[in-house]
């Protein structure tokens, strides 16, 4: 039996729904951004069989848990967050946001409509280096900016 995996990406713990082929819930819970939730979040997809054969849905194309689940080998789809609020009517009236129920849409998406879109491929290590770095750069310029602007607040 083919599972789906949505994950809803935060800061401090992300939200995972695992379904079947036929869309019934298997697991829905939370894991920590650490590196022990991203081991044990490893660890329970393996529940539902080989990496290779249980894809997961993310708003986020990049980022520690997108490399985390690409090195474990499982396939990672990106699906833009445009598309996720577009299709939360689809699941309730009120259309409101939780990261459970975006986890649950994320991954009745990839059951559904998976074949529309594309799965990301494993970057190089020079990549993944490039994009730390800049990462870096991004985190060092805010810090500059932020610090200017309290100099000139003083």
Known sequence: MMFFVGLDWASEAHAVCVLDGTG????????EHSADGLAELRRRLARFGPPAEVPVAIERPSGVVVDTLL???HLVVPIHPNALKASRPRYSAAGGKSDPGDAFILA?????????????QPLSAESRALRALVRGRDDLVAERVA????????
């Open 24 to 31: 019934q819930l298997c697991w829905q819970g939370t894991v």
């Open 108 to 120: 009745d998406l990839l059951r559904t409509d998976g074949h529309r879109f594309r799965p990301l």
């Open 147 to 154: 610090l200017a602007n309290q100099l000139r607040a003083l």
């Open 71 to 73: 090195d474990a080998g």
